[in-house]
């Protein structure tokens, strides 16, 4: 049985001065070491969540457990440290002048003393393989950079969650991958946990679970090839779905041969191979 | 509105120690009622070159024509404000410029800095808000009691309502879901159809390039890579990777097919349903 890591009871929100509810009556659970998509519409309630989870807002009604703690004012702190999170503007997020200084941020803030300091900086940045960039002013750097750089931020503090709040989304294609592998590579290193916020569908399609949600409301959880079946539905939702989906769609509708529903091009190709080899 | 560009050049910081050069040798025409996609990773001069279309920068060496103005290097200018009443530009994350306590007053802000007057302007702003396909009622709201999708269609009809004859768009779809991105692509494109208003699109995204663009400009390391029709740029994907530049899903697919199953295809295609149909004449082809 997978360890419960998180989980979200009954959780209702509502900002200050509005109408609606962000979240209402939301649960679910989050289990070590996934990798964990939640995609939704703009307004959907995802980003509240990640603010929720990180107890910069929280709930009027309902509980978070984090580790088997529940997450109030007295311990948000602890899991603070255990909950790091790249949010999505690469130039927010930079408080250093220089790469080092930027990661060595959080760990001054939490005390970390100087030789463990140096020792964490240079170990999270050669991680996102920014080691050369030691000393480098921000504005030298592209967005994949930037972004690879505030995980190393998040890295240095060892912990074992880390939020993705549509942390790719202003970055250019290369960027992104760039930045995605960067977190398979250190999840599958350091056993963490991701959960990612995104509007990238092939990004989600590549999680182990998906979480949509709709209207402040869990719509729908499962895995992507479950999550992917409900192609209109998706699409009602104000999501898409992948492009090799599309394109097995098509390709079926033009009369090729071929099964419906592929999830990675790889896997495509793979069939596309098997027939072409037959005919 | 012709936009024309010649030899221009632009340094960041001229004649310090931190001068950059950012842009050099740049040619480029931009015809009245095109539509021009503009690709290049980031560095590579996009948003320079941008600030350049409506004069918010103006060249070190060479010279724009805009309409019947010419910015010239090393001439002081005067009476900017027709080019930019003109030329909008739609800047990245357009909502962080939301200022005002209603809608309509933000709307009107733009045109009666132009000297439109008070009661010309809230009719403007009452078409603009139409062309982005929100509710007139929302003119009475505050902007910041709206959700993010919203924001981001106020804002543009805060550009709409100046009547531009040029659109210039950076990236105005980052961050938005994928029906507000199909939405808002689609209303500057019908904008652009009906009212023929030449746009100019910066973006990361090669499907939207391919999809809405008669041309292409391929902008690298400061100077005009390429230039040509969506079919002419992708004809040769490799080269554009070998740049560091990405093609549209259907083009690399394409690739990978011809990689795997040395299958020939005789041209790039640019749609989903196009690729199905090459697909299947490809196999077919190879059965022979």
């Given amino acids: 049985m997978r360890k419960k890591l998180v989980s979200l009871e009954n959780i209702k929100f509502k900002y200050e001065g509005q109408k609606n509810f962000a979240l209402n009556d939301v649960s679910f659970d989050i289990y070590e070491g996934e990798w964990l998509a939640i995609v939704g519409h703009n307004g959907s309630g995802k980003s509240t969540l990640a603010k929720l989870l990180n107890g910069l807002q929280f709930a009027q009604t309902g509980t978070i457990t984090v580790n088997d703690k529940v997450l109030t004012e007295e311990t948000v702190w602890d899991v603070r440290r255990q909950i790091g999170m790249v949010f999505q503007n690469p130039d927010n997020q930079f408080v250093g002048t220089t790469v080092q200084d930027d990661v060595a941020f959080g760990l001054e803030n939490v005390g970390v003393p100087q030789e463990v300091m140096v020792e964490r900086v240079q170990n999270a940045l050669s991680k996102v393989k920014m080691s050369k960039f030691l000393n480098q002013e921000p504005h030298h750097l592209s967005g994949g950079q930037k972004q690879r750089i505030a995980i190393a931020g998040v890295v240095a503090l060892q912990p074992n969650i880390i939020i993705l709040d549509e942390a790719t989304s202003m970055l250019d294609p290369r960027g992104r991958e760039e930045v995605l592998e960067t977190v398979r590579e250190l999840m599958q290193e350091k056993a963490l946990t991701v959960i990612s916020i995104t509007h990238d569908l092939e990004e989600a399609a590549k999680a182990d679970r998906i979480i949509v949600m709709n209207k402040g409301q869990l719509y729908r959880e499962g895995t992507p090839r479950d999550i992917f079946k409900m192609e209109k539905e998706l699409i009602e939702l104000g999501l898409d779905i992948p492009f090799s989906i599309k394109l097995s769609k098509a390709l079926q509708k033009n009369g090729v041969a071929i099964d419906y529903g592929h999830l990675t091009e790889e896997e495509l190709v793979k069939d596309l191979c098997e027939l072409h080899s037959k005919m | ?288």
Wanted: glycine share 8%; aromatic share 6%.
């Fill in chain 2, 1 to 288: 509105m012709r936009i024309t560009l010649e030899d221009v050049e632009y340094r960041y910081q001229a004649n310090t120690p931190f001068e950059h050069l950012a842009l050099y040798d740049v040619n480029l025409s931009i015809d009245s009622g095109s539509y021009t996609a503009i690709i290049g990773h980031t560095g590579s001069g996009k948003s320079t070159l941008l600030q350049h279309l409506n004069a918010l920068l103006k060249p070190t060496k060479g010279r724009i024509i805009i309409g019947d103005r010419t910015i010239e290097a090393g001439r002081k200018e005067k009476q900017l404000r027709s080019i930019r009443q003109k030329v909008g530009i739609v800047f990245q994350f357009p909502e962080h410029q939301l200022f005002d306590e209603t809608v309509e007053k933000d709307i009107c802000f733009g045109p009666m800095n132009f000297g439109v007057s008070e009661a010309d302007a809230k009719v403007l702003a009452r078409k603009a808000i139409q062309h982005v396909g929100l509710a007139e009622d929302i003119l009475e709201k505050s902007p910041f009691d709206l959700s993010g999708g919203q924001m981001r269609r106020v804002a543009i009809a805060g550009v709409l309502a100046m009547e531009p004859d040029v659109l210039v768009l950076d990236e105005p779809t980052a961050g938005l879901d994928p029906r507000g991105r199909k939405e808002i692509m689609d209303m500057f494109y019908d904008l652009h159809k009906k009212r023929g208003i030449s746009t100019i699109l910066v973006t990361h995204s090669m499907e939207d390039a391919a999809k809405y663009a008669d041309e292409i400009v391929i902008m690298h390391q400061g100077s005009v890579f390429k230039k040509g029709s969506p079919q002419e740029i992708f004809s040769d994907p490799v080269q554009l990777l070998e740049l560091g530049l990405d093609v549209p899903d259907t083009v690399r697919f394409q690739l990978k097919l011809q990689k795997e199953l040395g299958i020939r295809f005789d041209k790039p295609c640019l749609n989903i349903d196009d690729l199905a149909i090459e697909i299947d004449k490809a196999m077919k082809r190879g059965n022979r």
